[in-house]
């Protein structure tokens, strides 16, 4: 299981403001704290990055290597940002991964990138006509995207299929064609594709002391279903995947099993 440490999101204010100030302590700080608790890549998430976005990912990058050593996922929808980091990401911890493509012809760019730096990409299974309705759409959007991948020249096993996974407070019979899909997923190919998914977004708009245990809840699910990889806080899950991984006999039981 590839935990993805989420928190480094533009999303966040503390992180926003440190971009803006180029403050690294917060994000030295947000970094290292997702490596102790068991991340084994680090998001950052620059959103769209219109102003200097170049720079901006770059900074993102180089600031977050410096104290961890993990690989980094990037997250934009600015081609040229993207691009600044992988040229600048320290691949002696890792190949970085690339946060996202789709079916938007605008999003092939990010194909390309995969190709040329040999590094994996997300492909989410978002269609021409908007949000896929159930499991069998996702597969439908899930076949174009391997064919492009393909046609683009990446890897199949460089590429995570995400199912996009909606908010459960609003779409509430979404959260078990999620589950299908991963399923599904996994039988396009051989061998089996890969599969991750922003875990987060299940519990988004919900109480606050809610949304670990849906998050956690799900996320058991998801593994059962074959999941490979999430972006998610590793605190929150960390505990899951080791207890999952002695339940299904991959790691040798121990009394301290949740301290290895």
């Known amino acids: 299981?590839?935990?993805?440490?989420?928190?480094?999101?533009v999303v966040s204010r503390k992180v926003r403001e440190a971009i803006l100030k180029k403050d690294k302590k917060p994000i030295h700080e947000i970094a290292i704290e997702q490596w102790k608790a068991g991340a084994h890549m680090i998001e950052?998430?620059?959103?769209?990055?219109?102003?200097?976005?170049?720079?901006?990912?770059?900074?993102?990058?180089t600031t977050i290597q410096e104290v961890v050593p993990l690989p980094v996922s990037l997250d934009t929808t600015n081609s040229k940002a993207m691009e600044a980091g992988l040229k600048v990401h320290n691949n002696q911890w890792g190949k970085p991964l690339i946060n996202s493509t789709?079916?938007?012809?605008?999003?092939?760019?990010?194909?390309?990138?995969?190709?040329?730096?040999?590094?994996?990409?997300?492909?989410?299974?978002?269609?021409?006509?908007?949000?896929?309705?159930?499991?069998?759409?996702?597969?439908?959007?899930?076949?174009?995207?391997?064919?492009?991948?393909?046609?683009?020249?990446?890897?199949?096993?460089?590429?995570?299929l995400?199912?996009?996974?909606?908010?459960?407070?609003?779409?509430?019979?979404?959260?078990?064609?999620?589950?299908?899909?991963?399923?599904?997923?996994?039988?396009?190919?051989?061998?089996?594709?890969?599969?991750?998914?922003g875990l987060s977004n299940i519990s988004n708009g919900c109480p606050k002391h809610l949304r670990p245990i849906l998050n956690k809840y799900f996320f058991a699910l998801l593994m059962y279903e074959g999941l490979n990889a999430a972006i998610a806080n590793p605190a929150e899950i960390i505990e899951v995947v080791k207890t999952i991984s002695i339940i299904n006999g991959k790691t040798l039981y121990a009394h301290s099993y949740l301290e290895i």
């Open 102 to 160: 789709s079916l938007d012809p605008e999003r092939f760019v990010m194909f390309e990138l995969s190709a040329k730096y040999s590094v994996p990409i997300i492909a989410l299974t978002v269609g021409k006509s908007g949000l896929p309705r159930d499991a069998e759409e996702r597969v439908e959007i899930a076949v174009q995207l391997i064919e492009k991948a393909v046609e683009f020249g990446v890897s199949l096993e460089d590429v995570y």
């Open 1 to 9: 299981m590839l935990i993805i440490g989420e928190r480094l999101s």
């Open 162 to 197: 995400d199912p996009l996974v909606l908010q459960i407070s609003t779409s509430q019979e979404q959260a078990k064609e999620v589950l299908r899909a991963i399923k599904l997923f996994q039988q396009l190919n051989d061998p089996p594709m890969k599969t991750i998914v």
């Open 44 to 61: 950052a998430n620059i959103g769209p990055a219109e102003d200097d976005g170049e720079g901006v990912m770059e900074w993102m990058v």
